[in-house]
């Protein structure tokens, strides 16, 4: 990956750190986690658009869907967004460590940034719940009437309705750790087969290849657009409502 990413012209910088999470009782999770970051640098930069997916799997699936949609989709990014012309904003491109385990390489990442970090930062996380089906856009942070037009281009499976319901569910992404660190932004992923998820047919086998395709693609228009805009107006935005209708996102305030 790093090989791929250096041929690219980029320049992979390793993010390593040791992580502990309090548990319950007298429990503590702790690992010594490595992180690549790399970053496509904007021509006149007001923040950054932060691409995030983890390299790490499960016990009892192979992960070729949780995450490897994730981290092929980044990849392919990079490629294009290095092939065309350079993007406004910095393009960050953060390929995680440990995200199933306490998410303790993004924790590591976060703790990369040091206190004082003010950039304005927007996340697009990518993430995988089974094997088949469209790209579904399931968790926005604060500002969401920002975030959510930036998805014109090329419209995930969304609506502000399964954003409310995720948001009261218990499960964790690296997501939830960026957004309690101040950040804001979408999490995507693919949810079709759920059977696979976690299980021996996350592999090569069972991954559908348009669902590759599809969550690529729509990463990819949100990242174009949001590295387009001034990402300093982003906090000055308001929450929003959206669904689908047919092939458009409708969306307001
Ligand atoms: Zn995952």
Request: charged residues 20%; hydrophobic residues 35%; glycine residues 10%.
């Amino acid at each position: 990956m790093r090989d791929r990413l250096s041929d690219l012209g980029l320049k992979p910088v390793e993010i390593e750190g040791t992580e502990t999470v309090p548990g319950d009782g007298a429990s503590h999770l702790a690992g010594r986690v490595h992180d690549i970051s790399v970053t496509v640098p904007g021509r006149s930069s007001t923040g950054q658009v932060l691409l995030v997916a983890h390299t790490d799997s499960v016990l009892t699936g192979p992960g070729a869907s949780d995450d490897g949609l994730g981290v092929s989709s980044l990849l392919e990014i990079a490629r294009i967004l290095t092939q065309g012309p350079r993007p406004r904003n910095d393009v960050v491109l953060l390929f995680t460590d440990s995200e199933e385990t306490g998410q303790l390489g993004v924790r590591a990442y976060v703790h990369s940034l040091g206190k004082a970090d003010e950039t304005p930062r927007v996340v697009l996380n990518l993430e995988a719940r089974g094997t088949a089906g469209r790209a579904v856009m399931f968790e926005t942070g604060d500002h969401s009437s920002a975030l959510v037009k930036a998805l014109g281009g090329h419209p995930p499976v969304a609506t502000s309705l399964s954003a409310e319901v995720y948001r009261r569910l218990p499960n964790d992404t690296d997501f939830t750790q960026l957004r309690k660190a101040g950040m804001t932004g979408l999490n995507f992923a693919v949810i079709g087969d759920s059977a696979d998820y976690h299980a021996p047919g996350d592999d090569l086998a069972h991954v559908h290849p348009g669902s590759l395709q599809d969550l690529g693609d729509t990463v990819l228009a949100a990242a174009h657009r949001l590295s387009a805009t001034d990402l300093r107006d982003v906090t000055r935005s308001s929450d929003a409502t959206w669904f689908n209708v047919g092939p458009l996102l409708v969306r307001y305030p």
